[in-house]
């Protein structure tokens, strides 16, 4: 039975490809879409480039025929679909309490496709969870687009069972043989004995598990609380590590570590020329003109999270690091500066510390930088693409983000763009993810975690 998939516009704004993506199926578009696409495309934002690259698609397309009488997508293929864009009027057939959306005349083309052509199957593809329940209210089978959907179970740490000999060594040579394990590269190892108590904890890298002193010192002042917060610290302070995943809860300090040890090696070891850390203004790409002010103060209510760490950091902290201490290290006077003087605008007027929004990435090039990307679980997977292919020589990039707590309607645990990079990665010798399971910012947030 042949597949006629109709689509909704935000499959295809989510992924402007998807119309290739189903086999030798056919692919139907309504025309209320192509009218919506056409309003997006305007716009200065990721979703308007997307609807660009939509339109230029289909235009390549519609010069091999008429797209309302179907034009085959991959002609030089022995197995194709066809494409076609629906000029008809469906929308009568809906009950008349139901909108003239966009949404509402996807719904009834589908209907009268599966009415009207029995012999062949009709799906809905639609990002839209309450489009998907309508359809199924009318008989309608409606689906999520699976094509960019990946189900990572990967939280970067396995647990494997020695024996008091294998200990031994480990703790010996500070390292262990561990032949024919299906471990990626740099994924943490917690060694446990015949009781199942842990008893040494490592990093896999080329057939080894190598030993990671859990009591090493302090990065900025950040000492690590738990396993998952030194397993995190050792990779963030690793530089053949080039990109770096770290997921986790509230309160786990995500950012907080990540943004330590981007001072650590931008301030004090001079590897990095400057720590640059973003975030998505969700939604990505909206202009900020609805704010009063300047850019930076319309940049302030977003990017505070970033700045309170910073104040963290660069405050009353360095009290901790040696009260009066004025050493020169990177270009940078470190003494102890409290946080109402804004320690951390002194490394931005000296060019080492930037903090702005993910907005404006496209057509950069980032070298030499400590790249930390905040709340990435908000970001789809073409937008993380475009992040990480800025990265240039001797660049660093780390993502944090919690997949549980997701503001963008259309991205979910499965297809954010921090899940896909986990999986995507975790065979990669210069990268390395950390799941963060354990809340540290307070009793009571911890306990709001787990209660609420």
Same mark, same amino acid.
């Given at each position: 039975?042949?597949?006629?998939?109709?689509?909704?516009?935000? #499959?295809?704004?989510?992924?402007? &490809?998807?119309? @290739?993506?189903?086999?030798?199926?056919?692919?139907?578009?309504? %025309?209320?879409?192509?009218?919506?696409?056409?309003?997006?495309?305007?716009?200065?934002?990721?979703?308007?480039?997307?609807?660009?690259?939509?339109? &230029?698609?289909?235009?390549? %397309?519609?010069?091999?025929?008429?797209?309302?009488?179907? %034009?085959?997508?991959?002609?030089?293929?022995?197995?194709?679909?066809?494409?076609?864009?629906?000029?008809?009027?469906?929308?009568?057939?809906?009950?008349?309490?139901?909108?003239?959306?966009?949404?509402?005349?996807?719904?009834?083309?589908?209907?009268?496709?599966?009415?009207?052509?029995?012999?062949?199957?009709?799906?809905?593809?639609?990002?839209?969870?309450?489009?998907?329940?309508?359809?199924?209210?009318?008989?309608?089978?409606?689906?999520?687009?699976?094509?960019?959907?990946?189900?990572?179970? @990967?939280?970067?740490?396995?647990?494997?069972?020695?024996?008091?000999?294998?200990?031994?060594?480990?703790?010996?040579?500070?390292?262990?043989? =561990?032949?024919?394990?299906?471990?990626?590269?740099?994924?943490?190892? #917690?060694?446990?004995?015949?009781?199942?108590?842990?008893?040494?904890?490592?990093?896999?890298?080329?057939?080894?598990?190598?030993?990671?002193?859990?009591?090493?010192?302090?990065?900025?002042?950040?000492?690590?609380?738990?396993?998952?917060?030194? @397993?995190?610290?050792?990779? =963030?302070?690793?530089?053949?590590?080039?990109?770096?995943?770290?997921?986790?809860?509230?309160?786990?300090?995500?950012?907080?570590?990540?943004?330590?040890?981007?001072?650590?090696?931008? !301030?004090?070891?001079?590897?990095?020329?400057?720590?640059?850390?973003?975030?998505?203004?969700?939604?990505?790409?909206?202009?900020?003109?609805?704010?009063?002010?300047?850019?930076?103060?319309?940049?302030?209510?977003?990017?505070?999270?970033?700045?309170?760490?910073?104040?963290?950091?660069?405050?009353?902290?360095?009290?901790?690091?040696?009260?009066?201490?004025?050493?020169?290290?990177?270009? #940078?006077?470190?003494?102890?500066?409290?946080?109402?003087?804004?320690?951390?605008?002194?490394?931005?007027?000296?060019?080492?510390?930037?903090?702005?929004?993910?907005?404006? %990435?496209?057509?950069?090039?980032?070298?030499?930088?400590?790249?930390?990307?905040?709340?990435?679980?908000?970001?789809?997977? &073409?937008?993380?693409?475009?992040?990480?292919?800025?990265?240039?020589?001797?660049?660093?990039?780390?993502?944090?983000?919690?997949?549980?707590?997701?503001?963008?309607?259309?991205?979910?645990?499965?297809?954010?763009? =921090? !899940?896909?990079?986990?999986?995507? @990665?975790?065979?990669?010798?210069?990268?390395? &993810?950390? !799941?963060?399971?354990?809340?540290?910012?307070?009793?009571?947030?911890?306990?709001?975690?787990? =209660?609420?």
């Amino acid at each position: 039975m042949k597949k006629l998939f109709v689509l909704d516009t935000n #499959v295809l704004l989510n992924d402007p &490809h998807s119309i @290739f993506k189903f086999a030798d199926n056919d692919v139907i578009i309504s %025309i209320a879409v192509i009218e919506q696409i056409d309003h997006f495309k305007r716009e200065q934002s990721e979703l308007a480039r997307s609807a660009r690259l939509v339109s &230029h698609l289909l235009d390549d %397309i519609s010069k091999r025929g008429v797209l309302s009488k179907g %034009i085959v997508l991959a002609p030089d293929q022995d197995k194709s679909g066809t494409l076609y864009i629906n000029i008809g009027r469906q929308i009568e057939r809906l009950p008349q309490q139901l909108s003239r959306s966009v949404d509402n005349h996807v719904l009834a083309l589908a209907l009268a496709l599966q009415q009207e052509q029995s012999a062949n199957k009709v799906i809905l593809v639609s990002k839209d969870s309450n489009l998907r329940v309508k359809a199924n209210a009318f008989g309608v089978e409606a689906q999520d687009f699976a094509a960019d959907r990946v189900a990572s179970k @990967f939280s970067g740490e396995s647990r494997i069972a020695v024996s008091t000999e294998q200990i031994n060594v480990f703790y010996d040579k500070h390292r262990l043989e =561990l032949a024919d394990t299906d471990l990626c590269p740099n994924e943490f190892v #917690v060694l446990e004995d015949d009781q199942q108590q842990q008893v040494g904890a490592g990093v896999y890298k080329q057939g080894q598990v190598h030993l990671i002193d859990q009591s090493q010192s302090g990065v900025w002042g950040v000492f690590p609380r738990n396993l998952g917060q030194a @397993f995190a610290l050792e990779v =963030l302070m690793d530089d053949a590590v080039k990109l770096v995943t770290l997921s986790g809860g509230a309160g786990t300090g995500k950012t907080m570590l990540a943004i330590a040890a981007g001072l650590a090696k931008t !301030t004090d070891a001079c590897i990095y020329q400057k720590l640059l850390v973003a975030r998505p203004i969700f939604p990505l790409g909206k202009d900020l003109g609805f704010l009063p002010g300047d850019l930076d103060e319309k940049l302030n209510p977003w990017m505070q999270p970033i700045f309170d760490n910073l104040e963290f950091l660069l405050g009353d902290r360095n009290s901790d690091r040696g009260n009066d201490r004025s050493n020169e290290r990177g270009g #940078v006077r470190r003494q102890n500066r409290r946080a109402s003087s804004g320690g951390y605008h002194e490394l931005i007027e000296q060019g080492m510390l930037a903090v702005e929004p993910i907005t404006y %990435i496209r057509g950069r090039s980032i070298p030499k930088q400590y790249f930390v990307v905040d709340e990435a679980q908000n970001l789809s997977a &073409h937008e993380i693409k475009t992040i990480i292919t800025r990265a240039g020589e001797g660049t660093k990039i780390v993502l944090t983000g919690d997949s549980q707590q997701i503001d963008n309607p259309y991205l979910d645990d499965e297809n954010n763009g =921090l !899940t896909r990079v986990i999986e995507c @990665f975790k065979h990669s010798v210069i990268a390395a &993810h950390v !799941t963060l399971t354990k809340g540290e910012r307070s009793e009571l947030a911890s306990l709001a975690a787990q =209660l609420l």
